[in-house]
Structures are given as C-alpha cells and as structure tokens.
C-alpha cells in the first residue's frame, strides 16, 4: 500500500502544475485524500494543508488561503487524485505531499492521515 506523488519540478512564476497521487496495493474508495505542502527548512510536523477530497461523495475542501489558485479531483476509478494549481508563486516553493486515510476530510491534522507519498518537489522561479 502506497501513494505515489508525479509532476512538480521546477515551474515558472504564474505556471499551472498537475501533480498526480496514484494510489498502489489499493484504491481510494472510501478514502479521503489530502494533499499537504513542507516548506524549505520545515519540519515534517510543519506541514501545511492543502486540499482534500472525499472519495464517497467527492467533496472537496480547500484551505482558504488557497482558493480560487488550486482544484483537487479524483478519477472514476479511485485510483488518482490530482491537485492542480495556478498563478504559482515563489512561496508555492515546497515538497508536495498526499496522503490518505478513512474519515479524515480535514487539511488542517496532519496526524490524521497514516498513508503518505514520497512528496514530490515544486520550486518556483520567479
């Protein structure tokens, strides 16, 4: 059972990135999915929510600092979960995250997701 993060690199000020989690050993059905985000020099206790999303109902939750810049969707199959992001800044800078777990639609308890990707890093040029 894991979760594999795709995209990031390197983007430029104002880009639009699609980062995938692909989910391996299992689906998402009946899982929620959050996507979390580490700054440079954070530990990983200082990750920041920031989106999930439901696989029952697909629901979704975005921490408001972020919205209206970033979408968060899952295929029909329940097996990808993709956060896609525009007007991308400089501060977007971070290692991306997803991670999931049953009845954990929250962005803002990082405890309470106990499956996690590998992160995948962004890093904004400006």
């Known amino acids: 059972v894991q979760l594999v993060e795709l995209g990031g690199g390197l983007q430029q000020a104002g880009g639009t990135p699609r980062l995938p989690c692909a989910a391996s050993?299992?689906?998402?059905?009946?899982?929620?999915i959050g996507w979390f985000r580490q700054g440079p020099g954070h530990e990983p206790y200082e990750r920041v929510g920031?989106?999930?999303?439901?696989?029952?109902?697909?629901?979704?939750h975005v921490l408001d600092d972020l919205k209206g810049r970033v979408t968060i969707s899952i295929d029909s199959a329940k097996t990808t979960v993709v956060l896609e992001m525009n007007s991308l800044k400089p501060k977007d800078t971070a290692v991306y995250y997803c991670?999931?777990?049953?009845?954990?639609?929250?962005?803002?308890?990082?405890?309470?997701?106990?499956?996690w990707g590998q992160g995948t890093q962004v890093t904004v040029s400006a």
């Open positions: 920031v989106a999930c999303i439901s696989s029952d109902d697909g629901g979704t």
């Open positions: 050993g299992f689906t998402f059905e009946d899982y929620d």
């Open positions: 991670a999931a777990d049953r009845e954990t639609m929250t962005v803002y308890y990082v405890e309470k997701y106990n499956i």
